[in-house]
């Protein structure tokens, strides 16, 4: 059988996957798992050891009831996603593109199911086993009682049963799958099997996510009935979506009215999105409310990570690509200074970090505050100092920015960084035609037309690529503001990722941290989508 032409693509796709699996493991064990653990653990009170389940409890502590809503649209979202890829397939079906497209459907509806049937059994096992040191605390330690525990665990009730529908779940998909190979394996179309386990996983995942949000919503109803408050979490979700969608639409009809020809067409599409702008911002207006009960320490770390952002990642891509534009040119000792503005990248954060903080003491004689005397200008206080800039000039409180300390952790940020997005210029100017500049050249253009018409766009792909990198690099910066931190200067340089690792190193909150983190993970996702859509489409590939 394996010797006819059948058996051998069957043995070369066996082969391609068997390669395929080690990669595949990987993804899942270090990309995958994480997420997913990290949301499990969010629900939960977990403090070292596993605790109650408390649901969305820590994500409306972290974000009062933007929580909610944030889960109702995430598995509105989610049901979307699974309604487009259903239909898309149903479409194939009709259109009899595949073989047996209802058998490959069938595959990977039990295939997904069988997918979350074993996800579901490991996360009732993870707790049981987590909880083993606490139950053998004060006892002899050793291998053989580990093991006794361990196999004690897997015949807990919970356990046992979510590993028998496990072990149901896989069994039944290997049968058909097996039937499907050896009966219809040249009919049976890889990528409908494929997509239709995604879309039974996310139509599960978004069901559930529903579920879970409305029983929170109106758990949180009843318990301020009870008490004699009122909680308006259902207007609020409508009118913060509604202001959502209108900010959308008004976005579509702007890009709509760029794209117009005629002016008194883009005239009356500018005013309607300016119309649906106010709109959608006066019914956003709920969003201040919503947010009245979320964590103070948490928003304000999000906050100063975002000035952190502001502030590092513009200035140190125009400076990396100056410096990559001058080393670029024929001059002596090129190799050289290319080395050395490289230098800093390479050199390890914590050496680094303590050499700016020795640079920016509060000492007055600190090599900051010396030079600082030598032009007139009194002493700073730098990594000790919580004001911010703008008071510090003068400047009203709306102008205030962030603190100083900050600003020192903002430039030795944009002092490491330089070196790199001036290597990765370099590579970009290095591709790009040199007989495009003779021949602007020739035609008489100056040195800036040159650089704007022709070096600018087409370096756009790696100004896309280190832009990305970099606003994600900051959103998750913890390192060099960790060591730059001090007492005196508190939460005013707290980034998110900071505030999220002081709350699950010293307040030892585990599941408080992870909601957290999962909301900076999903903060992180959105906006590399959104740039990614905003920045690709300017992207000029040549």
């Avoid at 964590?295 to 100056?322: E, H, N």
């Avoid at 508190?490 to 699950?504: E, H, P, R």
Wanted: with cysteine.
């Amino acid at each position: 059988m394996l010797n006819t032409r059948r058996g051998r693509i069957l043995i070369e796709n066996l082969t391609a996957y068997i390669f395929l699996a080690p990669a595949g493991c990987l993804i899942l064990l270090f990309g995958l798992f994480p997420v997913a653990f990290a949301f499990f653990v969010s629900l939960h009170r977990w403090r070292r050891f596993p605790d109650e389940y408390v649901g969305l409890a820590n994500y409306e502590k972290a974000l009062g009831n933007v929580g909610y809503i944030l889960f109702f649209w995430l598995g509105l979202l989610g049901l979307a996603a699974a309604a487009k890829i259903g239909k898309r397939l149903f479409k194939r079906q009709e259109q009899g593109t595949a073989g047996r497209p209802a058998l490959a459907m069938l595959a990977g509806l039990i295939s997904g199911y069988a997918a979350l049937l074993a996800l579901d059994w490991f996360f009732k096992l993870i707790p049981v086993i987590m909880l083993i040191p606490r139950q053998v605390r004060g006892q002899h330690t050793s291998l053989a009682l580990f093991m006794e525990k361990l196999g004690e665990s897997f015949s807990q009730p919970d356990v046992l049963a979510a590993g028998n529908l496990m072990l149901i779940g896989l069994l039944l998909a290997a049968l058909i799958a097996l039937v499907l190979l050896l009966r219809f394996r040249q009919e049976i179309s890889g990528p409908i099997v494929i997509n239709s386990a995604v879309t039974t996983v996310l139509l599960i995942a978004s069901v559930f996510s529903l579920r879970l949000t409305i029983s929170e919503i109106e758990a949180a109803l009843a318990s301020a009935r009870e008490s004699g408050e009122s909680l308006p979490i259902w207007s609020q979700l409508v009118f913060i979506s509604a202001g959502i969608a209108l900010m959308a639409l008004a976005y579509v009809i702007f890009q709509r009215g760029i794209k117009a020809h005629e002016n008194r067409r883009f005239a009356l599409l500018a005013l309607g999105g300016l119309a649906l702008a106010v709109g959608g911002y006066i019914l956003m207006a709920e969003a201040p409310a919503a947010l009245a009960a979320a964590d103070d320490d948490l928003l304000a770390g999000f906050w100063i990570t975002i000035m952190y952002a502001t502030g590092t990642v513009p200035v140190q891509l125009a400076i990396g690509l100056l410096l990559a534009y001058l080393l670029f040119q024929p001059i002596r000792f090129r190799a050289f200074f290319r080395m050395v503005y490289f230098i800093p990248y390479i050199t390890p954060f914590v050496a680094t970090s303590i050499v700016f903080r020795v640079i920016f003491d509060a000492g007055q004689y600190a090599p900051a505050n010396r030079m600082l005397t030598i032009v007139g200008i009194e002493p700073q206080r730098w990594i000790l100092e919580r004001s911010s800039i703008g008071s510090l000039l003068g400047l009203p409180d709306f102008l205030a920015g962030p603190a100083l300390a900050l600003i020192v952790i903002m430039i030795y940020s944009t002092w490491t960084y330089i070196g790199y997005d001036a290597v990765i210029f370099l590579a970009g100017l290095g591709n790009i035609p040199g007989e495009l500049n003779e021949a602007a050249r020739i035609d008489g253009a100056s040195g800036w037309r040159i650089f704007r018409h022709i070096t600018l766009p087409l370096l756009s792909p790696t100004v896309f690529f280190l832009s990305l990198v970099a606003i994600i690099g900051t959103f998750q910066a913890f390192t060099q503001i960790w060591i730059l931190r001090t007492g005196a200067v508190g939460s005013k340089v707290n980034t998110a990722s900071v505030y999220i690792f002081d709350q699950l190193q010293n307040s030892n909150r585990y599941g408080y941290a992870s909601s957290m983190a999962f909301v900076l993970f999903a903060l992180i996702l959105l906006m590399t989508l959104f740039q990614n859509r905003i920045m690709g489409r300017r992207v000029f590939y040549g």
